[in-house]
């Protein structure tokens, strides 16, 4: 048991919540094991049933997760507010930062411009009955969506608070805990830990470079899956866009499950170098969402969600009985930021540059015989054998990139490099580092 923090409790509840407390202070190291059932029941003097029992109310929250011999640990992002420090590791000082996934901020188009004329002509104050989806942005939405190939035409649209909140919105409309979702594998954390928390069984899809694979869907979907969350383009961490072809193939298979919910997630929008091959709308419940959040900056909390009439009705009501509406000074804004020209030859210039940054690090990491993917978005994925060793070697060497583990439920390891704060002269020496610390340590023959 751990130096640090004792479990207390003589009932499930109490004990499920000594644990919780231990995380929520930071004395719990994310990742550490808990105790072996039976060794924390004769610590506490109670029946090891009591304890299994608080585990598995640990485990349906998402603060614990059973790795089978490994045992019971503390999730490595659990849903429990703690110390900031605890949530993720700053990089060290002299360390380069690449592991966070953010834009690079010297990028982000200005919002002042946006901000004056919104001060100037939102003078009104806004009541709660007319507060809702603007109409103004969803006429602007509907024909920005379908000229990138999206089926809006007919669609339902509405606003969310960022991509996560309409994931969360849309799983939570249509399943209940217990439930499996097809996840793509490696994929996004974030989606990992909603799963999490919300109860849901994350089923693992394998990802080509053409996209999620045809046969794992399949699995996935013949395992019981009720829902499958598919990246258009830019999949976090790989960089995969769906191909068309691959969309098509996708297509078809869910055409033969009109009961399952299809998610389909175009974060990257207008910063994405490549058009989106959507999957729906082919089945009973269909939604996209796209984010403003990377082309306009991250505290743009706001994201489109287009869908079928029920699915977004569901959504919006909810929304209704709870935080009630995005705010309309953000949907203004928004819409503020399409009708601005300069903002859009910026975010076009973003996307070049990133295209440029991504490209020349794939190309490099290739010269010097490491494999490399990132075909879209901000990241490039690097397939390694010993995850450990690499970050902890890059790290040394002046790098913080992210462990492939927070990505994958049963995919092979790897690390994730961000290439939103990368200059274009860092990358051959970034590249040498990292080919440096994928080789296999060197094996010496024993001396005589």
């Known amino acids: ?142 024909p920005r969506l379908v000229a990138d190939g999206i089926p809006a035409a007919d669609a339902e649209i509405t606003v969310t608070s960022g991509t996560l909140d309409a994931i969360e919105r849309l799983l939570t409309a249509h399943l209940r805990a217990g439930d499996a979702v097809a996840v793509e594998d490696p994929g996004w954390a974030n989606l990992l830990d909603l799963l999490a928390a919300l109860g849901l069984r994350p089923l693992p899809v394998a990802v080509d470079p053409e996209g999620p694979d045809p046969a794992a869907m399949a699995t996935a979907l013949q395992s019981g899956a009720r829902a499958a969350v598919v990246t258009v383009r830019a999949q976090n961490p790989t960089g995969v866009a769906v191909s068309a072809a691959r969309s098509e193939a996708l297509r078809d298979l869910f055409a033969s499950r009109p009961g399952v919910l299809v998610i389909e997630d175009d974060h990257a929008a207008e910063l994405a170098e490549q058009p989106p091959h959507c999957v729906g709308p082919v089945t009973g419940a269909w939604a996209l969402t796209r984010s403003a959040s990377k082309p ?107 462990p492939g583990s927070v990505f994958r439920v049963s995919a092979p390891p790897g690390v994730r490099i961000s290439i939103g704060p990368l200059d274009e002269p860092e990358i051959p020496a970034l590249a040498e580092a990292v080919a440096t610390a994928v080789r296999p340590p060197a094996l010496y023959a024993p001396t005589r």
């Not at 959504?315 to 995005?326: A, E």
């Not at 804004?333 to 910026?346: G, S, Y």
Request: proline share 5%.
């Open 1 to 142: 048991m751990s130096a640090q923090y004792q479990v207390s409790g003589d009932s499930a509840a109490s004990i499920s919540a000594s644990i919780e407390a231990g995380v929520r202070t930071g004395d719990w190291v994310f990742g550490a094991a808990l105790p072996p059932v039976r060794v924390l029941a004769d610590t506490l003097h109670v029946s090891p049933a009591t304890v299994a029992k608080a585990y598995q109310e640990l485990r349906k929250r998402g603060v614990v997760e059973t790795e089978g011999r490994r045992g019971t640990r503390i999730r490595s992002r659990p849903p429990v507010a703690g110390p900031r420090s605890a949530m993720r590791l700053p990089a060290a000082e002299g360390v380069r930062d690449l592991s966070s996934g953010e834009p690079d901020v010297r990028l982000l188009p200005s919002l002042g411009r946006a901000l004056r004329a919104l001060a100037e002509t939102n003078g009104t104050p806004q009541g709660y009955a007319s507060a809702a989806a603007m109409p103004e942005l969803i006429e602007a939405a509907r």
């Open 296 to 402: 306009f900056g991250p505290d743009l909390r706001i994201a489109l969600l287009a869908g079928d009439a029920a699915t977004i009705a569901r959504v919006v009501g909810r929304m209704r009985i709870g935080s009630g509406w995005v705010s309309t000074v953000l949907q203004r804004m928004l819409l503020h930021l399409w009708n601005d020209d300069e903002v859009t030859r910026a975010v076009a210039a973003a996307a070049e540059t990133y295209g440029r940054r991504r490209r020349a690090l794939c190309d490099a990491l290739r010269a010097q015989g490491v494999a490399a993917e990132g075909d879209t978005g901000i990241n490039v994925w690097v397939p390694v054998t010993d995850e450990t060793r690499t970050v902890g070697l890059l790290r040394e060497a002046g790098y913080a990139v992210a």
